[in-house]
Structures are given as C-alpha cells and as structure tokens.
C-alpha cells in the first residue's frame, strides 16, 4: 500500500509564497537551494540502507557502474517503495514544476556512493546542457537536478560544492573561478538540495571511513530526451500501484501532455 509521507513538512501546507522564493532563488539567486530535514531520520536511514543492499547485490549481478572511488545504482524507482516516495515528493515536484511546468519528466534517479577516499568528481553542469554547444540558453530551463542526503553531509564527507551564481554565465566551468569561489552544502540527513542544471557543481573529498550516499533526480522539460534508461529494471507491480504524477515522470503520460500543448497553441494560450 501506497505509504504516506510521515515528517511533518510534508503534511504542512507548502504556500505559493515559499515556492516563489525558492524558485527565485534558483533562477536569479545563487542557483541552488537546502530545504533541511524533508524526510524524517527514519526514511533517509530506510534509503541509505537500501542503496547499500541494492549496491552489493548489483555489484554480482555487473549492474553498478563502479570504481575504486564511487558507485552507482540506476532504477531506484522499481527498487523500494522509499524511492517512489522521494521521487514525487510534493514539496519537491512544487518546486521543479514551477520552473519547468506541470508536465515535467524524470530524466534519471539513482544512487551515488562515495566510497572512502575518493576524490572530486570534477566540475560540470548538467544534462542536458554538457551535451550541447555554448553558449548554452538562459531560458528555457532545460534541467533541475535534485540531491537527496540520505545522511548527514559534511565538511569531511564529501559534500557537494557549487559556485553560487554560475548558472547565470551560461557557459562551462571556468575552474579557476570554481576554485575562488565554490561552496560546500552542508546539511542533515533528510534534506534535499534543488539545483539549476547550468548552476557549475562537483564533488569534494569523502576524507571519513565510510561511504557517503546520495540519490540523484534528473528532471527536465518533456521534450528532452532522459538522461538514464526509465525503464531500467522495471517492475510491472509499480506501475500498477503508480500514481498519475509518477506514470507522467515515467513518460507514460507522453502523448496527453503532448496533446494539451497543442490544444493551447490552438486557442492561443501557449502561457497556459
């Protein structure tokens, strides 16, 4: 059965007020934003844990796209009812659907692992915009990503850093302007960093024993093609209990919103 989301952000009414600074904050502030602690202590522990199973039992199976310095886990959505949770949270969706519309599709979700020791990623935007020539456009957005800390990050964990105002430059990361001006984003586990695609970012340092998970949502306009395969190692029982906001992440919602665009066109009200 469908759980409900159990901290109580979720069940408070998140006001259009909220999301407007938050989206301001994307678009023409630093472009990112920390909402802290959006699952309970419990749910990030409950998703952690699991990427850690799933992780081992993949490494058998050759499913995890893996190094000595970090893992990855693709197909989250099929693989724990946590990660159906997490990938239409309202507060989240309310956020990505104010910037890219109502119709937004999922471009990834998956697992990043940080293993001991490992070193920066290196810097970069995001899908789709490192597949394209710059100047990159400023309008329309073509990505949202979304950090889940499933634990707490930290100075010595391997935080994310993300050069404040870069995603205004339009351009690749200049690294030596990343280097002056980079911040790490600290938080406790549960909360969620939402980013702008175009918005320069890497990893730092895991200098700790142990490894530090993350789990990554790449949402985008519909017209962009997914980062990640949707229907890697998909399960017909979630589609069966999905509901209509995750079918339309999934792409299964493709041809209706489609059709509305056209409808809009139509009688003119494309801003609709």
Not at 44 to 73: M, P
Not at 123 to 130: A, F, G, K
Not at 171 to 191: H, I, M, N, R
């Amino acid at each position: 059965m469908f759980r409900k989301f159990e901290n109580a952000i979720a069940r408070e009414a998140f006001t259009m007020k909220d999301v407007a600074s938050l989206v301001d904050e994307i678009i023409t502030g630093k472009g990112y934003v920390l909402i802290p602690e959006v699952l309970n202590p419990t749910q990030a522990q409950e998703a952690r844990s699991l990427v850690l199973q799933l992780a081992e039992k993949e490494k058998l199976q050759g499913k995890v796209l893996l190094d000595d310095q970090r893992e990855r886990v693709y197909g989250l959505v099929y693989k724990g009812e946590i990660f159906e949770l997490m990938v239409q949270h309202p507060i989240v969706i309310a956020v990505i659907e104010a910037i890219l519309g109502s119709d937004v599709t999922l471009g990834g979700f998956s697992a990043h692992i940080l293993n001991s020791g490992a070193t920066n990623m290196g810097v970069h935007v995001d899908y789709p915009y490192w597949t394209m020539k710059p100047p990159f456009p400023a309008y329309p957005v073509m990505e949202i990503q979304v950090i889940w800390m499933v634990e707490d990050f930290t100075q010595e964990n391997g935080a994310p850093v993300f050069a404040p105002d870069s995603q205004k430059l339009c351009s690749p990361p200049d690294l030596v302007q990343f280097s002056k001006t980079g911040e790490k984003v600290t938080g406790k586990a549960g909360s969620v960093v939402i980013s702008h695609g175009l918005c320069w970012h890497d990893t730092s340092v895991n200098s700790t024993d142990q490894p530090r998970v993350s789990i990554l949502g790449n949402y985008a306009p519909k017209y962009v093609r997914p980062l990640e395969n949707p229907l890697h190692d998909m399960q017909q029982e979630v589609l069966d209990r999905a509901s209509p906001k995750l079918k339309q992440l999934l792409g299964y919602e493709f041809k209706s919103a489609l059709y509305k665009d056209v409808k809009r066109i139509r009688a003119g009200n494309w801003n609709d």
